[in-house]
């Protein structure tokens, strides 16, 4: 990557349909943890939340998880996340990482405690994808770069 890798606080992002999870993190420590869902509409959140949430935690940077097939390829939902990606960008000017979230969700339930059983795991697995990128951010895509596939 070109530009230096952003330290402090990141914000990661679980893009869905109908639910968006929301975790932060800290370059410093390592660590990500769960911050909260977001009701979307055809994976369109309320922005106003979205903007208090960037306001409230002034991050360095954003990632969002791409989802892919088990194989690598594009699933149905890859673009949608990558228009989101976008439009989070375009909103507030902050770097945007997209990160293969592939067993991002399985990884979620196998961290999941009893008590939020059959509740939704999206804030989880934000914080799953965000901690991956913590431990390998060389792994990351910064949106607006491109790759040789």
Excluded at 42 to 58: H, L, M, N, S
Excluded at 114 to 127: F, M, N, S, V
Aim: aromatic fraction near 6%.
């Amino acid at each position: 990557m070109s530009e230096a890798m952003p330290v402090g606080t990141l914000l990661g992002f679980d893009y869905g349909l109908k639910r968006i999870g929301v975790a932060v993190g800290q370059t410093v420590t390592g660590t990500a943890n769960p911050l909260c869902i977001l009701s979307a509409r055809d994976g369109q959140p309320d922005w106003g939340k979205v903007a208090e949430i960037i306001t409230e935690w002034r991050p360095a940077a954003l990632v969002v998880g791409l989802p892919r097939h088990a194989d690598g390829s594009d699933s149905p939902i890859t673009a949608g996340a990558r228009r989101f990606a976008g439009r989070l960008q375009g909103r507030f000017g902050k770097t945007v990482y997209l990160l293969d979230e592939r067993l991002s969700s399985r990884a979620a339930a196998e961290v999941q405690s009893d008590g939020k059983r059959g509740q939704p795991l999206d804030d989880l697995a934000a914080a799953c994808i965000l901690q991956d990128w913590l431990l390998e951010p060389q792994a990351a895509q910064a949106l607006g770069e491109t790759t040789e596939e």
